[in-house]
């Protein structure tokens, strides 16, 4: 009963984690042709979704530490091991990309187009990097 509990505990964070990233497009979109005083609202949305995101990897690495260890997988498994290096890279990753973009939105010299287009490229690489996850955590792949 616990390891299931554990088992929808992490199921429900990774979708707290990553669909959050789905609703930065439509708002990109709407961004794209509002006008400049409601530009920062749109700002504060995207930055409150990145929020929803990082707190939700709060709970999603514990439990998959937890799900590891009640299901008897070895810590040496090659998915896991890569499992821990693309998301220790992935928390790196998004500081690095989407932390410059809330910068420059508070910057003097922003420009709309140039916040949505690091934003976009930014969300579409942070969801490359959650579908290897997702990936790796499924088909748990046996590469040695």
Do not use: C
């Not at 932390?99 to 690489?125: D, H, L």
Request: hydrophobic share 55%.
């Amino acid at each position: 009963m616990l390891y299931t509990i554990i088992l929808y505990t992490h199921i429900l964070s990774a979708i707290v984690s990553m669909g959050p990233l789905f609703a930065i497009f439509p708002l990109l979109n709407r961004m794209k042709d509002a006008p400049s005083e409601q530009v920062g609202g749109y700002v504060q949305s995207i930055q409150g979704i990145l929020r929803a995101i990082a707190n939700g990897g709060h709970v999603v690495v514990p439990s998959g530490l937890l799900l590891i260890w009640f299901s008897g997988w070895s810590w040496k498994t090659s998915w896991v091991i890569l499992t821990f290096i693309v998301m220790f890279a992935s928390l790196f990753f998004m500081a690095r990309a989407f932390k410059p973009a809330m910068t420059y939105a508070k910057s003097n010299g922003f420009v709309k187009e140039n916040f949505i287009s690091m934003i976009k490229n930014a969300t579409w690489k942070y969801i490359f990097l959650m579908g290897i996850l997702l990936w790796l955590m499924i088909v748990k792949p046996n590469f040695w």
